[in-house]
């Protein structure tokens, strides 16, 4: 399995459109066994999200998807920045979902 | 929701043997949608956690539970220090299981 947990800032009063955006794209994903987005609580602008994939392949690919495509589009100019991201090594747990 | 990620490191040599304690630990925790562990691939001694409970009490009454008190006690030993802990509010996502 491939992971990623990352940390992005929004252009401020922009994190619920982005949050949208995200969770209108991720819908469908091939080989996404888990895709979680969630605020942070200690900064209004700041969106963390966690990914599980059955392999690095297919999250590459999911780029590529139309819908994330979109998503990317439409989130992209309401981001300001990428302030972390973290590859991780997946090996278990609860709500990998297919 | 309430979630929680975070980075331990183990005492070297001893990862797998917390993963799996962990692991065994987590299963069937009321109020828990996702509990994901993950190696870190930068680092042989680091293990990730990443954590979606329908609400911060369910994840509290979770450390009084006998499994969960089981595997803390079988991994405590063998953990060398907590590096990371943030506290987040998922939102929504893939992989979120009852």
């Known amino acids: 399995m491939y992971g990623l ?3 992005m800032i929004a252009v401020p ?9 995200i ?3 991720i819908k469908g994903m091939p ?9 942070d609580p200690s900064n209004a ?3 963390w999200f ?7 392949a297919s999250h590459d690919a999911s780029l590529s998807l139309p819908a994330v495509r979109a998503a990317i589009t439409k989130a992209r100019p309401l981001i300001a920045k990428f302030e ?4 991780t090594t997946p090996v ?5 979902g297919g």
Chains 1, 2 share one sequence.
């Open 31 to 39: 080989g996404c066994l888990s895709y979680i987005v969630a605020k």
């Open 50 to 56: 966690t990914e599980v994939w059955d392999s690095k």
């Open 5 to 7: 947990i990352g940390k």
């Open 84 to 87: 972390t991201s973290i590859e």
């Open 23 to 25: 969770l209108e794209g």
């Open 92 to 96: 278990g747990g609860h709500g990998l």
């Open 13 to 21: 009063g922009q994190r619920d459109a982005v949050i949208d955006a």
């Open 45 to 47: 602008d700041a969106i």
